[in-house]
């Protein structure tokens, strides 16, 4: 599925429930909430999002803790959760996503190779995380990532 027709079903679902969103975002740079944006009308819908690049910002803007930073890592599971919680504590929201991944060229460890990407969906009924490996240059691991992210708060939303 597109990205501009997953956040059409995305923004359906939402409006459908009486549902806000949010977004936490590091390795995309704001092209979640860009592809969200770009449709009309998306504020009836989409609440705000926070680009949290660094360390400080995840911190600063998310209220993740930097011990938890500092233990695990900026791309690990209990980040991407925190910042998932944090942008719903953040907004006026009910939902959010999150992700702080490695994007590449460079940066990737043994560890953490290029591609890896931490998610984080907040919801109503709780707060969920996923990991994935994606493949391709630094363009193709963000718009994978994005599309994921997407695909992933969709399928967690709350029935009604």
């Given amino acids: 599925m597109s990205t501009s027709a997953l956040v059409e079903q995305l923004a359906r679902e939402l409006k459908a429930r009486g549902l806000m969103m949010a977004t936490a975002e ?3 740079g704001g092209l979640i909430a860009g592809a ?7 504020s009836e ?3 705000r999002g926070f680009v949290s690049y660094s360390n400080a910002a995840k911190h600063e803007l998310l209220g993740v803790p930097e011990a938890l930073i500092e233990q695990h ?3 690990s599971e209990p980040v991407a959760r925190a910042m998932a919680a944090g942008a719903v504590a953040h907004a006026h929201a ?3 996503v999150a992700v702080t991944g490695v994007a ?6 043994a560890e953490k190779p290029v591609g890896t990407v931490w998610f984080g969906w907040a919801t109503p009924a709780g707060v969920f995380s996923e990991h994935r490996r994606f493949d ?3 363009s193709a691991v963000r718009q994978a990532t994005v599309q994921h992210a997407l ?3 969709l399928q967690r939303l709350p029935n009604t």
């Fill in 26 to 28: 590091s390795c995309t």
């Fill in 36 to 42: 969200c944006t770009e449709v009309s009308g998306s």
């Fill in 45 to 47: 819908w989409f609440e």
């Fill in 73 to 75: 890592g900026a791309v």
């Fill in 94 to 96: 009910q939902c959010s």
């Fill in 104 to 109: 590449g060229p460079t940066g990737g460890s």
């Fill in 136 to 138: 391709g240059d630094r």
């Fill in 151 to 153: 695909a992933g708060l």
